[in-house]
């Protein structure tokens, strides 16, 4: 049976959901799915892809710089390491974020993806919507789940945009990195991480 | 369905508002994080800076609100909008145990979550807030499994342990993470047992498929956190330690000398709850010394205790 190994990033967030759909991918792709929560630079070593879930992306740079995981991931992502970032994770793997609508544009903390992210860009919980949505290359419907999600203001033309709602990208690829502003760990759909797990190879 | 989600129009599809899925969903956002009490939004901002995940806005601190004494009510409207306009991160605020109406507003002015909670004076003392009315999620407080369950009967989309608020002493928030855990491991043993299931979902007053759920989950259903008495990276890593998805800290942070720091290591302490050397060097970072001084829980009168509030219903 064919195993990989993918790392969770540990350090703040929907760790756990984003683990069992991952795992339920695998069962159904016939790979054998072996977890590692990443929170040090050396907990990389061996690692098939990893994912970033769904949290606070401020809470997490904070953390991932402190123990060094970022710098050394960051440069991992540089080279080419298959990554999948949903909502949170979607925004540490830009290029440009804004943290709110007034403020100037930073560099992300992976900027991986050539895209200007804007933090809870929907809006505060109160406008926290799910939505069914058609995601043709990956080739399922799924009831996607937007929580103080970003929205992808502007992206590269290279950046293959999987999906759309009200106009914006929700779900994007450039080679193997995959990020989406909606969280498919909620959807009870493992589709998109059986997509993600073909990235992987 | 007990559920109330509102459906909306957006250009040419529906999309959904207020569901059970988005309230659980919000709280398994702030996983693995620190919620930190703020009476301001300077206070909010050093939070957000450390690395907290949402913040808490109060009037006053626990061990404020306990040593003046008096109602204690939902926090000024004004000082919460001005938090929300200052910080990023999540917005949490209080409401009175049973205050329909105080929660009422703090959806209106659009808080991320409330928190409805035995710090506060109870304002109902026959029934909590029916939170399957609301769109906004509730976290509640617990001191066992069958106080958990029938807050989330009630629609809370959270728990946390109620502790002993304002205390800067963790002995509570751990005899109630205690409890709760054995009460999950009783209702897992008697997960092919019905007559057993029912006895024990008569006994927590709560319903057979709701004992049902938590054996087949083998955990409580929503994110479940610590709370009170929380003061040091230490306790925070110990409730961790405890299978806590999270800790909030009041008192503990901003009624000590070293807030700043205090907060940073905390936070620290949480994510790295499962590696000694990083939670000893989170703990390095604060002098005991600088700690809030604390009460001896068994010290306390009876009456004196805020866990007890909403407990029998």
């Known amino acids: 049976m064919k195993e990989r190994t993918i790392g969770l990033l540990g350090l703040q967030g929907a760790i756990e959901e984003h683990e069992a759909s991952i795992k339920e991918a695998g069962t159904r792709l016939g790979i054998e799915i072996n977890i590692r929560h990443v929170l040090l630079p050396e907990d990389l070593d061996g690692l098939d892809g990893i994912i970033m879930p769904g949290g606070e992306s401020t809470a997490m740079i904070k953390q991932g710089t402190k123990s060094g995981l970022l710098p050394a991931l960051r440069k991992r992502l540089a080279d080419g390491f298959p990554a999948f970032g949903t909502c949170a994770g979607a925004i540490l793997l830009a290029k440009h974020v804004k943290r709110d609508a007034k403020s100037e544009i930073r560099e992300g903390a992976f900027p991986v993806i050539d895209m200007t992210i804007l933090r809870n860009g929907y809006g505060r919980q109160k406008d926290s919507f799910s939505v069914p949505l058609h995601i043709a290359k990956v080739g399922t419907d799924l009831n996607a789940v937007f929580i103080r999600a970003p929205i992808i203001e502007e992206i590269h033309p290279e950046v293959d945009v999987l999906a759309t709602f009200d106009g914006h990208p929700v779900i994007v690829q450039k080679d193997n990195v995959l990020a989406s502003t909606f969280h498919p760990e909620l959807s009870g759909n493992p589709d998109v991480h059986s997509y993600f797990l073909k990235l992987v190879g | ?313």
């Open chain 2, 1 to 313: 369905m007990k559920e109330r989600k509102i459906l909306k129009e957006y250009g040419d599809v529906e999309i959904t508002l207020g569901s059970t899925n988005l309230k659980r969903g919000f709280a398994k956002m702030v996983k693995h994080g620190v919620v930190m009490d703020v009476t301001n939004p300077t206070q909010a901002g050093i939070a957000e800076d450390a690395g907290a995940v949402a913040v808490m806005v109060l009037d006053k601190l626990p061990a404020d609100i306990r040593a003046r004494g008096g109602v204690a009510r939902m926090a000024t409207i004004q000082a919460i909008k001005e938090t929300m306009e200052t910080v990023s991160i999540p917005i949490m605020a209080k409401c009175r145990i049973g205050h329909t109406m105080e929660a009422r507003l703090l959806e209106e002015i659009g808080v991320d979550m409330i928190d409805e909670s035995e710090v506060l004076t109870p304002a109902n003392e026959a029934s909590h807030v029916w939170k399957w009315d609301f769109t906004v999620p509730f976290v509640n407080g617990c001191r066992d499994l069958g106080e958990a369950l029938r807050r989330i009967e009630e629609g809370s989309a959270m728990i946390r342990t109620k502790g002993e608020a304002g205390t800067g002493n963790v002995a509570e928030a751990i005899r109630h993470m205690r409890l709760v855990n054995n009460g999950i491991r009783q209702v897992v043993a008697a997960k092919d047992n019905p007559q057993e299931l029912m006895i024990l979902a008569r006994e927590m007053k709560v319903s057979y498929e709701t004992v049902l759920k938590v054996a087949e989950l083998g955990r409580l259903p929503v994110v479940n956190f610590a709370a009170g008495g929380i003061a040091t990276p230490a306790d925070a890593a110990m409730m961790m330690q405890m299978n806590c998805d999270g800790v909030f800290v009041g008192s503990g942070i901003y009624k000590s000398e070293d807030p700043e720091v205090r907060a940073e290591a905390i936070v620290m302490a949480v994510t790295h709850w499962d590696n000694p050397e990083k939670v000893a060097e989170a703990q390095s970072m604060v002098s005991e010394r600088a700690s809030m001084p604390g009460l001896d829980v068994s010290t306390l009168d009876e009456g004196k205790k805020l866990q007890l509030r909403g407990a029998n219903i």
